[in-house]
């Protein structure tokens, strides 16, 4: 089993910088009325985006490996909070976006299936909470 490590250091309030054992750092911040900046991603937000960015590099990883001549994928998210506390995300929807001629559809189904149920973490995460 491989281990990971995360740390956020406080920089003002509610301003923070997270680092991971990649070794790269990425703002985290709230709003102004709860002692933030207004100045970068919110901590769901960037759950989103690393929702979006796992999916979307399997994707892309698979399309690729089956020759799928894509030029172009966007994922985007929406997703349904809790209006109480805890605010949790209670419905998450992708939706794939893919240019490219001569995509096989069922290629690119495959693909998102995969993703979905073998190879994206965060997916497996989050349907196991």
Request: aromatic share 6%.
């Amino acid at each position: 089993m491989s281990q990971a490590k995360a740390k956020v250091v406080q920089i003002k309030g509610v301003t923070f910088v997270g680092l991971t054992d990649s070794n790269h750092w990425v703002p985290i911040d709230g709003p102004e009325q709860f002692g933030g900046s207004n100045a970068a991603i919110r901590p769901k937000e960037l759950l989103l985006i690393s929702l979006a960015g796992c999916t979307g590099s399997d994707v892309a990883s698979i399309m690729t490996k089956m020759r799928e001549p894509y030029t172009r994928l966007e994922v985007h998210v929406d997703a349904e909070m809790s209006d109480t506390h805890p605010k949790v995300y209670t419905k998450i929807h992708l939706t794939f976006k893919v240019w490219g001629d001569g995509i096989k559809e069922a290629n690119l189904k495959k693909a998102i299936e995969l993703s979905s149920t073998t190879y994206c973490g965060v997916t497996a995460m989050l349907r196991n909470s």
